[in-house]
């Protein structure tokens, strides 16, 4: 397998564990001790699926990669998702030590009503722990928070995306529609959600 062949050859440590069970509870139950759940995002909904499942519930983030002719670069440029709520709050923590190696950090708090607390608190978090964040602010296109999301994430060159996961339940987000669902169908670069 081509994986496990890029696994010999980096200087991570990793394992292979094969497990008879459904994909999200086999995820799960090894997600209290991991890091980090790291995903392959596809282009199909079965993947999304698989991904929105995890974050939803996981202890652990989950690094959803999706398909790329380019590596993941841990030390790119990196935007973070920010309505001020407890899952974006958990997603930031969990996204330090990748910010410690960022190229540049963006905090994208987009205008639509829901921001908790304002970005400027979570740019004052990061100085704490030596990040600089940018602060950048715009407003929902047409209600659309995940999209102006990515649009930012594209316009600072971003090449990892860090949010919160499911801020409201994944039945009503998928009813409604939400930010969660449509970074996770339509984002093209790695994510890392928590919740």
């Known amino acids: 397998m081509k994986v496990e062949e890029r696994l010999r050859n980096s200087i991570a440590e990793w394992e292979w564990t094969h497990v008879d069970d459904e994909a999200h509870l086999a995820l799960l139950r090894r997600a209290p001790i991991a890091d980090v ?26 690094l959803a990669v999706p398909p790329s002719d380019r590596p993941f670069d841990p030390a790119g440029i990196v935007a973070i998702a920010w309505d001020g709520s407890a899952e974006s709050s958990v997603a930031l923590r969990a996204s330090l030590p990748l910010l410690r190696k960022a190229a540049s950090v963006h905090l ?28 950048v602010r715009r407003a929902a ?22 949010m919160g996961a499911y801020g409201y339940s994944r039945t009503a987000e998928f009813l409604l529609g939400g930010a969660t669902q449509a970074v996770l169908s339509n984002s093209r670069i790695p994510l890392l959600l928590a919740h």
Request: charged letters at 25%; a positive charge; zero cysteines.
């Open 37 to 62: 759940v790291v995903l392959s995002l596809g282009s199909d909904r079965k993947a999304q699926s698989l991904a929105a499942k995890v974050a939803a519930t996981a202890r652990a983030p989950v």
């Open 108 to 135: 994208i708090e987009i205008e639509d009503r829901t921001v908790r607390t304002r970005s400027e608190q979570g740019a004052h978090y990061l100085s704490r722990h030596g990040i600089k964040a940018a602060v």
């Open 141 to 162: 296109d047409s209600g659309d928070a995940g999209g102006a999301i990515l649009k930012v994430a594209e316009e600072v060159g971003a090449s990892l995306l860090v």
